[in-house]
């Protein structure tokens, strides 16, 4: 494979093809750090109102450092993966104190700093800096897997192979329009499914399409997703509503939700709702009403959240990790996604407004709600 003529390929298409997207407007390390983050795990189409509106919230490092961190989960809210959120606020404050507010353009102490794994890395100091490095997304596996005609999973494990190979073709200058090239073609031309072989500027270059292994690699890997059911407990008193606040640690920390949890084998969802109301909160369940259920999908369990109206014994007290909140007020808090659904439909049913700042998809219309 000729290198040069490979490079020009590939800057010819991009030239021609690549989508204006708001981070590719800049050269900011900040604002290409906060987008690299954000493009984690989620999608082009969903990250963009949220870089959006997280610049215009927090237009520097200064801005991010000096807020508190509930401001900066309720800009993340709807995200997923909420320590990514956690992180970015540690390092601001770190590049603040120690860096007098400018991102290091040093590998190794980038390394260092909260959430900057290899790739983040190797992004912001190719993509910002323009410093020679290549990047592996699971857009740029896919595209030199194929290229490589290397069979098997999309997995790190194949990363060695494939930083060799970027190691040689990368170029000398442009080195970040290179890599954000090479991503938007695995985006839109070697996707996943369906590669469109004939548009794509390698053709000549792919041994997948050379040995019509193209839709074969990579392997495909069905993923079963687990089911949980659970319950959630909607207490309403002089028309305040309880909720508490996650633990600092584990899935979905210090997000704020309705109190409930998990039903256990053999356990009727009345007894889930009397049982962590009991744990939880130290009340007793005097009666229960079902409203509705949502569906929520995380990476590896789907969760079936089942919402009863309860009414309890004794008014659970308000504390730092537990407060009554009047409907307009719940749009000052940051929340779990499948929370921000259940406030959606729970005052479009009573013909209030929206309170949820950042509106999901209504479950009524998915067939979700039972
Ligand atoms: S020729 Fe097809 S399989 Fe090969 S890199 Fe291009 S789109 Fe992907």
């Known amino acids: 494979m000729n290198k040069n003529v490979f490079q020009k390929s590939l800057f010819s298409w991009y030239a021609k093809n690549a989508r204006d997207l708001p981070w590719r407007r800049t050269r ?34 200064q801005a ?36 007098g507010g400018k991102i290091p353009e040093d590998s190794i102490v980038l390394r260092s700093l909260p959430g900057f794994g290899p790739y983040t890395v190797a992004a912001v100091l190719s993509i ?7 990047l592996v997304d699971a857009n ?11 069979k098997g999973f999309s997995e790190a494990k194949k990363d060695k192979e494939i930083l060799e190979f970027l190691d040689i073709i990368l170029p000398e200058k442009n080195n970040n329009i290179f890599n954000q090239a090479l991503m938007e073609l695995g985006a839109l031309v070697c996707r996943a499914q369906q590669p469109q072989c004939l ?3 390698f053709e000549r270059f792919c041994l997948a399409t050379k ?16 089911r949980i059911e659970a319950v959630c ?6 028309g305040r509503y309880f909720i508490q606040k996650r633990p600092p640690r584990g899935l979905l920390a210090d997000l704020w939700e309705f109190p409930g949890g998990k039903i256990e084998k053999r356990e009727t969802q009345r007894e889930a709702l009397a049982r962590e109301l009991k744990e939880e909160i130290g009340v007793r369940l005097v009666s229960s009403d079902y409203l509705f259920s949502v569906k929520y999908a995380y990476t590896k369990f789907k969760v079936y959240l089942h919402v009863w109206r309860c009414v309890v014994e004794s008014r659970p007290k308000s504390d730092a990790t537990h407060k009554w909140v009047l409907a ?14 259940i406030i959606d439909l729970l005052f479009k049913r009573q013909g209030k407004v929206q309170c949820s700042k950042h509106a999901l998809a209504n479950p009524l219309r998915q067939g979700t709600l039972k």
């Open 28 to 61: 900011d390390p900040y604002k290409i750090w906060i987008s690299e983050i954000m493009l984690q795990q989620t999608t082009v189409n969903v990250v963009i109102p949220y870089y959006e509106r997280w610049i215009k919230v927090f237009p520097d490092i």
């Open 64 to 99: 991010l450092a000096c807020t508190s961190q509930a401001k900066i989960l309720k800009n993340w809210q709807g995200l997923g993966y909420y320590q990514r959120a956690r992180n970015i606020k540690k390092s601001a404050e770190i590049i603040c104190a120690q860096y």
């Open 128 to 134: 910002a800096f323009d410093q020679r490095r290549p």
């Open 140 to 150: 740029v596996r896919r595209v030199a897997m194929r290229l490589l005609a290397l």
């Open 199 to 201: 548009a794509c500027p």
């Open 211 to 226: 040995k019509n292994l193209q839709d074969s690699i990579p392997a495909f890997q069905r993923k079963i997703a687990q």
């Open 233 to 238: 407990a909607l207490i309403e008193k002089d």
């Open 328 to 341: 307009s007020e719940f749009k000052n808090f940051p929340l779990p996604s499948a929370t921000a659904r």
